[in-house]
């Protein structure tokens, strides 16, 4: 039964570009009725194409455009060379959501900011650095903070994050998990990536690279900071360094909120 168990959280092979659909539920009191319901759709460390190819990209694209969620989040790290940035973006900038799609910037992006935040720019795609975003419904708020470098600033939270109501629903996106840790967010929903999940994993057991000073605390999945906000670290589309995955699938992460009953 182990045998069986170990072999099928090692597959990766799916129609949908990428290995598996994370799908989470989020439940919370902060969160307005209005907002019942509401569908974040969230990707992160794409490396195109690495092992992420052109057919994969195609094949996630159609799979965002079915969900028809409501925001599309982007966690950082994009291309592998520069000549892929405007071939992604005008990829990514077909799925069309209801409230658009907003992004940060990952570590690799450090020598290509100002082309990434450009064609991003041209393309629809909103760049937050260090900003705050309302989503609105009626009369209600909830709030996305955007980490522009959730490495230089990690022993923070960012000051325009200050002006977000302390009983509002906010949600932060930084690249590296480790930045909600010790920032102390008080964000109710934190989505990241960096890890890779650790790419390569013994079975699901042991990763040996792990790209967080956490160790497996926030490696990947659902989780919880020293101040009670809840984490999501994706184990990301693409791959770095090495273009393998074993026992840790690429994924495309889909979140559901819904008021605390």
């Given at each position: 039964?182990?045998a069986?168990?170990?072999?099928?959280?090692?597959?990766?092979?799916?129609?949908?570009g990428?290995?598996r659909?994370?799908?989470?539920?989020?439940?919370s009191?902060q969160l307005p009725?209005?907002f019942e319901?509401?569908?974040?759709a969230?990707?992160?460390?794409?490396h195109y194409?690495?092992?992420f190819t052109r057919?994969?990209?195609?094949?996630?694209v159609?799979?965002?455009?079915?969900e028809?969620?409501d925001?599309?989040?982007l966690?950082g790290?994009?291309?592998t060379s520069?000549?892929?940035i405007?071939e992604?973006?005008?990829?990514i900038s077909s799925?069309k959501?209801?409230?658009?799609i907003?992004?940060?910037l990952g570590?690799?992006?450090r020598r290509?900011k100002d082309l990434?935040?450009q064609?991003m720019?041209?393309?629809?795609?909103?760049?937050?650095k260090?900003?705050?975003?309302?989503i609105?419904r009626?009369?209600?708020?909830?709030y996305?903070?955007g980490i522009?470098?959730?490495f230089?600033y990690?022993?923070?939270?960012?000051?325009?994050?200050e002006?977000?109501?302390?009983?509002?629903?906010?949600i932060?996106l930084?690249?590296?998990?480790?930045?909600a840790?010790?920032?102390?967010?008080?964000a109710?929903l934190?989505?990241s990536g960096?890890?890779?999940?650790?790419q390569?994993?013994?079975f699901g057991l042991?990763?040996p690279?792990?790209?967080?000073?956490y160790?497996?605390?926030?490696?990947?999945?659902l989780?919880e900071?020293?101040?009670g906000?809840?984490?999501?670290?994706?184990t990301?589309v693409?791959?770095?360094?090495?273009?393998v995955?074993f026992?840790v699938?690429?994924?495309?992460?889909?979140v559901?909120?819904c008021?605390?009953k």
């Amino acid at each position: 039964m182990f045998a069986l168990v170990a072999f099928s959280s090692c597959a990766s092979l799916s129609p949908n570009g990428v290995g598996r659909l994370k799908h989470y539920e989020i439940c919370s009191e902060q969160l307005p009725e209005s907002f019942e319901g509401y569908s974040i759709a969230f990707m992160s460390d794409i490396h195109y194409p690495s092992k992420f190819t052109r057919k994969n990209l195609a094949r996630i694209v159609r799979r965002l455009r079915s969900e028809s969620p409501d925001v599309l989040l982007l966690g950082g790290d994009y291309v592998t060379s520069d000549s892929y940035i405007s071939e992604l973006f005008d990829s990514i900038s077909s799925v069309k959501t209801g409230d658009g799609i907003y992004a940060v910037l990952g570590n690799h992006e450090r020598r290509n900011k100002d082309l990434i935040a450009q064609t991003m720019q041209s393309h629809g795609v909103t760049l937050l650095k260090d900003q705050v975003v309302e989503i609105t419904r009626g009369i209600d708020t909830v709030y996305i903070v955007g980490i522009y470098d959730s490495f230089k600033y990690d022993s923070l939270m960012v000051q325009p994050a200050e002006s977000v109501p302390d009983s509002a629903f906010t949600i932060l996106l930084c690249h590296t998990p480790d930045y909600a840790e010790r920032s102390n967010t008080t964000a109710d929903l934190t989505l990241s990536g960096h890890t890779h999940g650790g790419q390569v994993s013994l079975f699901g057991l042991y990763a040996p690279v792990k790209n967080t000073i956490y160790g497996n605390r926030f490696l990947k999945g659902l989780n919880e900071t020293s101040s009670g906000s809840m984490i999501i670290t994706t184990t990301g589309v693409g791959t770095s360094r090495r273009k393998v995955r074993f026992c840790v699938p690429s994924e495309l992460v889909f979140v559901t909120l819904c008021r605390a009953k």
